[in-house]
């Protein structure tokens, strides 16, 4: 099975920006669009980003999407205590004719 | 305003068959792809299966495939997950979640813009 690759756990203080990677492959980010979702604790994903860096109404623009051949990441500027949630990257994948998550990385604010 | 609210979940014994439902209000269920992910305890987000706004077209995970079967009914603004030959494996919190940005034929493009409270499968003798 393909993968979508983040790191399982990313921290910041109040305030502070923090990145989260995402990488693929070409079967996946490299040849389609990629989502974030935000778990909190207890509840449903929600959707964050979509298209690479498109945010839904109601989501503030301290988080940010960008993507570059293989890759992804999602910004999070301004870090606040509400934000601390499991994040996950999906894309579409080609070889799976279905979706993809990332494995998910946990955000502690410190 | 959009809702996903999924139904049918509960304990099985391996090898059993269960029929999970999602029932979909506040937009045009006939013109969406839907689909299933599911979230073992724990552990991350899995896609499972889609299914076209028609029914037509139905895609699963390798690891499903043979086993459940995804469906809809359009009149009834409803989703299906009919799983059988259930595995240990396959306990999770299973979500209904509406798929946006497809296309007739293609939903590479696509993104889950809304999802359900999710319903707990538990698999265990």
């Known amino acids: 099975q393909s993968v979508l690759t983040q790191p399982p756990s990313a921290s910041g203080t109040p305030g502070q920006r923090v990145t989260i990677s995402c990488s693929g492959s070409?079967?996946?980010?490299?040849?389609?669009?990629v989502n974030w979702y935000q778990q909190l604790p207890g509840t449903a994903p929600k959707l964050l980003i979509y298209s690479n860096n498109q945010r839904p109404s109601g989501v503030p623009d301290r988080f940010s999407g960008s993507k570059s051949g293989t890759s992804a990441s999602l910004a999070i500027s301004g870090l606040q205590s509400e934000d601390e949630a499991d994040y996950y990257c999906?894309?579409?994948?080609?070889?799976?004719?279905?979706?993809?998550f990332g494995g998910g990385t946990k955000l502690t604010v410190l | 305003e959009v809702q996903l609210v999924e139904s049918g979940g509960g304990l099985v014994q391996p090898g059993g068959s269960l029929r999970l439902s999602c029932a979909a209000s506040g937009f045009t269920f006939s013109s969406y792809w839907m689909s299933w992910v599911r979230q073992a305890p724990g552990k991350g987000l899995e896609w499972v299966a889609n299914?076209?706004?028609?029914?037509?077209?139905?895609y699963y995970v390798d690891s499903v495939k043979g086993r459940f079967t995804i469906s809809r009914d359009n009149a009834k603004n409803s989703l299906y997950l009919q799983m059988n030959s259930l595995r240990a494996e396959d306990t999770a919190v299973y979500y209904c979640?509406?798929?946006?940005?497809?296309?007739?034929?293609?939903?590479?493009?696509?993104?889950?813009?809304?999802w359900g409270q999710g319903t707990l499968v538990t698999v265990s003798s």
């Open positions: 299914i076209k706004h028609d029914g037509s077209e139905k």
């Open positions: 070409s079967s996946n980010i490299g040849g389609n669009t």
């Open positions: 979640a509406k798929r946006r940005g497809c296309t007739s034929s293609r939903c590479n493009l696509g993104y889950f813009d809304y």
């Open positions: 999906a894309a579409w994948d080609d070889s799976l004719n279905g979706v993809l």
